[in-house]
């Protein structure tokens, strides 16, 4: 039910952002509502409680992002108070990003390596991953875990490619154990 939701509801922002030509614009602003959330998480719980009325949180939300954001976007988080579904508002929002970014080009990759890479390393891996895929841009991603002994983990959407190491060492390990002797 949840990704219905926030899939109704972010196409629609979607939908709005493209029909009224601020693709820009609004991805920017919901990129910094999504990150305000993220950063105060009380604030969002306070969005959730069901004992606060609409009007409150309403009145709140307009204290916090009126003239800071699209005027749209301002009525489409009021809609969203008013519909009773701030419990969905990080998957909405989470959707029109994604679905956002897809309309752009942009694709989102997530490094993990066991070691941090050198800047001229992040920028050659960006450029491998232009040359070989179908995106105009590329949102980089880096996480650290040791574990990896080397190599590294790319994962852009569902797909993985796992060089590391350690995956080649519990492939070895899996392998020898099927041996009989």
């Known amino acids: 039910m949840a990704k219905l939701i926030s899939k109704t509801y972010g196409e629609a922002l979607f939908e709005l952002a493209v029909e009224e030509e601020k693709t820009e614009v609004m991805l920017q602003e919901i990129t910094d509502i ?35 954001v699209d005027s749209q976007i301002l009525g489409f988080l009021e809609l969203v108070i008013t519909k009773a579904r701030t419990e969905n508002m990080i998957e909405i929002l989470d959707y029109f990003l994604d679905r956002m970014k897809a309309f752009k080009g ?69 392998d020898l154990l099927k041996v009989q002797i």
């Open 34 to 68: 999504r990150e305000i959330f993220n950063e105060n998480e009380d604030y969002l719980r306070f969005l959730n409680h069901p004992r606060i009325s609409s009007e409150d949180k309403i009145k709140s939300i307009k204290e916090v992002f009126e003239n800071k």
């Open 106 to 174: 942009i694709g989102v990759c997530y490094v993990t390596t066991p070691m941090v890479l050198s800047e001229d390393k992040k920028e050659a891996l960006c450029k491998k991953l232009l040359d070989t895929t179908s995106f105009k841009e590329m949102e980089m991603h880096y996480e650290i875990e040791p574990a990896l002994l080397g190599g590294m983990r790319i994962r852009i959407g569902d797909k993985v490619v796992d060089s590391s190491i350690q995956t080649k060492l519990n492939r070895l390990q899996k």
